[in-house]
């Protein structure tokens, strides 16, 4: 019982660096979101996704990609990685709209 | 634009001790209400959701909050805190009326307990 599988759990990237956050899920779950995690500012969201084929942006999109081709894998591009950009990320899933979700282990990216 | 405030960025109690942990959200409608916890180094765990109905909501361990549609608050409580209660605290907010999944965090209330 996987839950949600985020990979890497930490990566260090130097400036301009791309890389991708990937996260899967086994619960069929149509809703998916990827967050990050910054001392005293909560969870920001980034993207999220309603259903394979639909993304949308979340709060602070820019730097980031998203793409939604099945409904379980959720990857999160950054496109040229920047110091900013050094946060603990969050993926996560719900069944609907309100349901609770799950949340990954996160993933702790180092942009030097 | 929602927004989600938690006023206190750091509480300390006393084990033994009650604790109350204030949210308070700007939205017309009532939105989908959460609280979540957060132990060093790990992942967000679900504490208690409130959707509609009862406006006082029980959690899991030990945990419930009250729904107060004229403050805008979602505020929690404990009556008796354990030392495995230090963690981080966070508010969460779904507009109930929009499209999509946008479930807004509010910065997060951390709790340390003292023995």
């Known amino acids: 019982n996987a839950g949600v599988t985020q990979t890497p759990k930490f990566q260090v990237l130097k400036t301009g660096q791309s890389m991708t956050l990937q996260c899967a899920q086994d619960m069929n779950h149509e809703y998916m979101s990827w967050y990050r995690q910054d001392p005293g500012m909560g969870l920001r969201l980034i993207h999220y996704?309603?259903?394979?084929?639909?993304?949308d942006q979340g709060e602070v999109p820019n730097g980031y990609n998203v793409s939604r081709s099945t409904t379980e894998d959720f990857p999160l591009r950054l496109l040229s990685a920047a110091p900013s950009q050094t946060s603990v990320y969050f993926c996560a899933s719900s069944y609907s709209k309100g349901g609770r979700r799950y949340f990954g282990s996160g993933t702790r990216l180092t942009v030097v | 634009a929602q927004s989600v405030t938690q006023p206190d960025i750091h509480i300390t109690v006393s084990e033994g001790a009650s604790l109350e942990l204030r949210c308070n959200y700007s939205y017309g409608a009532t939105p989908y209400l959460f609280w979540y916890v957060q132990s060093p180094g790990q992942g967000l765990q679900l504490l208690l959701k409130?959707?509609?109905?009862?406006?006082l909501v029980q959690g899991i361990k030990g945990f419930e909050a009250e729904f107060k549609r004229s403050q805008s608050s979602f505020n929690l409580r404990k009556p008796s805190v354990h030392w495995s209660d230090a963690a981080e605290y966070f508010c969460?907010?779904?507009?109930?009326?929009?499209?999509?999944?946008?479930?807004?965090f509010g910065g997060g209330t951390r709790v340390l307990v003292k023995p």
């Open positions: 969460a907010v779904i507009r109930s009326d929009a499209a999509g999944n946008k479930l807004t």
């Open positions: 409130y959707f509609s109905g009862d406006t």
């Open positions: 996704s309603v259903g394979a084929g639909i993304t």
